[in-house]
């Protein structure tokens, strides 16, 4: 383990554990071992990540979150976040990297994953996460 990884404060990543595109990006970016200590939450799963979410009005349903110590971050600015601290191993990680390196391209991007990832739920049939709702 490196220093830097040693200082690098618990993460934890709440993402839609029954998105097929989810699911594989958190596979694909191999955010343990890039990242080191990242807990990984499914968002459809009752937990504290989930309520705590809930209770600061973050919507799940329009994109994962990531706890960096005690701050969350949402949507492009959390997939903004992991690919600022992704190693750049393999392929998929290094055009992740890059793709999402800038916090502006990473913003005028997201609402198309996002829209991707809606439009994928529809034809699975999927509901919403509906963390919000009560």
Known sequence: MTPQERSRPPMTLVYDGQC????????????RRDVGDLELID??????????????GIDLDDGFALRIGEHW??????LHHLALMSTGSG?????????????????RLYP?????R????RLLRRGPIDNLRR
């Open 20 to 31: 097929p595109m989810c699911r594989q990006f958190v596979r694909l970016h191999r955010l």
């Open 43 to 56: 968002a459809r799963q009752e937990s504290t990540a989930r309520r705590e979410l809930s209770t600061l």
């Open 73 to 78: 971050v949402h949507g492009s600015e959390a």
């Open 91 to 107: 392929l998929f990680n290094r055009l992740m990297a890059r793709l999402f390196a800038s916090p502006r391209r990473t913003a």
């Open 112 to 116: 198309w994953l996002r829209a991707g």
């Open 118 to 121: 809606a439009m994928l739920l």
